[in-house]
């Protein structure tokens, strides 16, 4: 195959996604599909997969096969930390690109969380993946709490040049050259060995590892670049809202909607999709999320010009 598009998904007794995140199966299977579905209507060409350890119920799997998109079964062998570790399972992505790079052939990859839609083809992304490993960078200064908990947690296992400011990288999305997943996986898992050698199991899931890998790669001279102009990152809940307009201008391919969306947005978009078989039209989508127009405010605009000839 060309270029492969995947997301990955695991269970296991026990284990947790994450702190407050837990909203059942028929959630995820829910959002599995939009991802899925919706990354293969705008990408007809490529192959799209779902990597899993856990068989997939109906009707989610029907849906899935009807639209195209394949099932792996990937055992959830490598990547394990305790159960009640926070992110727990988020790790299995690690494993499944492990997993995607030793038994399927392809010439480029990009893995995408499953609470994403993707509203664009990615041509382009495939473009770029051929010079280097793409990663969503997070709007986080070095002083945000997360941020800085992944810089800290290098430091204790690379005390020497510390403190060290890592780049935060979100895990929503991965892609490359397979030759240059490669590469980059292999940073990943000795990093993960060292963190295990350490007895230290990061609260930030697998954002530490794709973290610690990445900056050792810019060290190395090896490529990675912001993924930014191909997906955002979309916060619309009540407390913390945090959008933008490039889901229109200068837009990028895939709106990632973690979060309550999940059972929110996500499930509208399913919703729409099963009755009709067609996902929403743009403008639906953004009304559905909550995005604001892409022009600034009329009443407020207009005030601005009267001041100005005012003054």
């Not at 509203?119 to 010079?131: F, G, S, V």
């Not at 296992?157 to 895990?171: D, I, Q, S, Y």
């Not at 240059?180 to 000795?190: A, G, I």
Request: charged letters at 20%.
């Amino acid at each position: 195959m060309e270029n492969l598009i995947f997301g990955a998904f695991a269970t296991l007794d026990g284990y947790r996604e994450g702190e407050g995140q837990n909203r059942g199966r028929v959630a995820y299977d829910r959002c599995t599909v939009v991802a899925l579905c919706s990354a293969k209507v705008q990408n007809p060409n490529c192959t799209v997969a779902l990597v899993t350890n856990a068989p997939l119920p109906e009707p989610y799997l029907g849906q899935l096969t009807a639209a195209g998109v394949e099932v792996w079964d990937c055992p959830y062998e490598t990547y394990r930390v305790p159960a009640d570790t926070n992110w727990a399972l988020a790790y299995y992505k690690l494993c499944a690109m492990e997993w995607v790079l030793a038994h399927r052939d392809f010439a480029r990859a990009a893995m995408l969380d499953l609470d994403t839609y993707t509203q664009y083809p990615l041509d382009d992304l495939w473009r770029e993946a051929d010079e280097a490993v793409l990663l969503y960078q997070t709007p986080h200064a070095a002083s945000q709490g997360m941020a800085q908990a992944i810089s800290r947690i290098y430091d204790e296992v690379c005390p020497e040049g510390a403190p060290h400011v890592l780049t935060h990288f979100g895990g929503e999305l991965v892609a490359g050259s397979k030759a240059r997943l490669q590469v980059f996986l292999q940073r990943c898992c000795d990093y993960f060995a060292e963190l295990q050698a350490a007895d230290i199991t990061p609260r930030e899931g697998d954002e530490a590892i794709w973290c610690g890998a990445a900056y050792r790669s810019l060290l190395a001279g090896e490529p990675v670049r912001a993924a930014n102009a191909y997906i955002f990152r979309y916060w619309l809940g009540w407390h913390f809202y945090f959008v933008c307009t490039n889901y229109i201008l200068d837009p990028v391919c895939v709106l990632h909607l973690p979060g309550a969306a999940k059972e929110r947005q996500l499930k509208l978009i399913y919703n729409q999709y099963v009755k009709t078989g067609n996902f929403p039209s743009m403008e639906k989508i953004r009304k559905i999320c909550c995005l604001p127009a892409a022009r600034p405010p009329f009443l407020k605009t207009l005030w601005v010009w009267i001041l100005v000839k005012l003054s």
